[in-house]
């Protein structure tokens, strides 16, 4: 994990403006992040494929994103 002998591979170019928060489920091999400026959050496998939104509802100025079991918890400067 420290960089040597290691390619870097770009899953995410498209549709993706200020990715703030990412977590990974291990279990499932799926990544989840959130963008504050195009508001969602998405999700895809550890190989850049399935590809999907998962919302777009009260995701506003959001930054940071963490998962426990199979729920998705999220932070923002806006909700109370």
Do not use: C
Not at 17 to 33: A, H, I, S
Request: charged share 20%.
């Amino acid at each position: 994990m420290d960089g040597n002998n290691a390619s870097r591979t770009v899953i995410v170019s498209t549709n993706i403006f200020w990715p703030n928060g990412l977590t990974v489920d291990f279990q499932t091999e799926t990544l989840y992040w959130l963008d504050g400026r195009l508001k969602f959050i998405e999700s895809m496998d550890f190989s850049g494929h399935n590809r999907r939104t998962v919302t777009k509802k009260m995701v506003e100025y959001s930054y940071a994103l963490s998962m426990y079991k199979d729920m998705l918890y999220w932070t923002d400067w806006k909700t109370l």
